[in-house]
C-alpha cells in the first residue's frame, strides 16, 4: 500500500448516525406490514361484497325484465313513431328480453334518424338565410 | 456468499419472523449510513437513503441471491438508490466526461509532497471525482469489498472496476499534485 492508498484510507469521514434509525426502520418495516394485513381485511371483504352484488344484478335482471313487460311497464313507455315494432308483452323469458331490446335498438335508430333530418333542415335553413355581400 | 449465521437469520425473516430482520440493521446500518455519507456527503439524505435501502431489501428478500452476502446486496441497492437521489438533484458527472482528460502518465507522490496534505485535501479531492470512481473507492478503500462484490454491487464486470480504481487513483495524483506544484 503506497501513501496514496493510506492517504485516501484516512480520508473517509465519519459521523454518529442517529440513535433511533434501527427502531424508525423497524417501525416503518413493520408498519408497512401492519398496513398489508389492513389491506387483506378491507380489500378482500370490499371486493366480495363488489362480486355478490354483481351476480345479483345479473341474476335479477332477467327476472325484473320478465315481471316489467308481464305488467307492461318499463322501457316501453316513452312514445317515439317506431314504438309500434314490438313493446307489447309477448311470450316469456328470453322471447320478451329480446323483443325489449330490439324495440329499442328501434327507437334509437328513429331518433338517430329525427335527429339527421333536424340538423339537414337546419343547414338548408341556413343556407337560405346566407346573403351575398357584393 | 453469505455467512451461515446470517443465511439463518435472512431465512426467519422469510418464513415471517419480521423482528429478525432487526440483527441485520443492527451489523450494517453504521457503515451504509457512512457509506452513503461519503457518496452524497448530506448526512440526512445518507440516513434516509440507507432507510429506504434497508426496507426495499426486506420487501425484496424473496430474491436475495444466497450466492453473495447479504451487504453485497444492501450495497447495490442502497447505491441504486442513492445515484437515483443525485441524478435528481443532478450532481453527477459522467466517468466518460472526465476520463479524456487524464493524462497517461502522472509520476506517483514523493514522501515529502505527501506529508503535506491533509486528509481534508484528499477528500475534497475524492468529492471532486465522477460519482463511479467515488463509488469504487469508498467501497474498496473504507467499506473493505473486494474486487469481485464490487464489480457485483455496481454491476460491472472486475475488469472495469480495477480500471475505475486506477483512473481514480491517477485522477487524485494529478489533483493533489496540482495542489503542490
Redesign the interface.
Known sequence: M????K?????????E??ED??A???Q???G??RKSRLGLKFWVPMLAGSLAVLILVFTALPNSGRNSSKSGGGVSQTSTPSQTASTTPSGTGNTDLTNDLNAIDGQMNQEKSDQNNANSALNDSSQEITVPTD | MSNPQELAIIREVRDGQVEQYRFLMERYHRGLILHLFNLVHDEALAEDVAQDAFIRAYEKLSLYNEDFSFSTWLYKIADNLAFQHMKRSKVTQNIEEIEELLPDDRPSLSEETDKLFMQEAVRDAIAALPVGYRQVISLYYWDDFNYEEIAEIMERPVGTILTWLHRAKQELRKELYGQVG
Do not use: G, H
Open positions: 503506497d501513501k496514496l492508498d492517504s485516501i484510507k484516512n480520508a473517509k469521514q465519519t459521523y448516525p442517529r434509525f434501527v424508525v426502520t423497524m416503518r418495516i413493520t408497512t406490514k
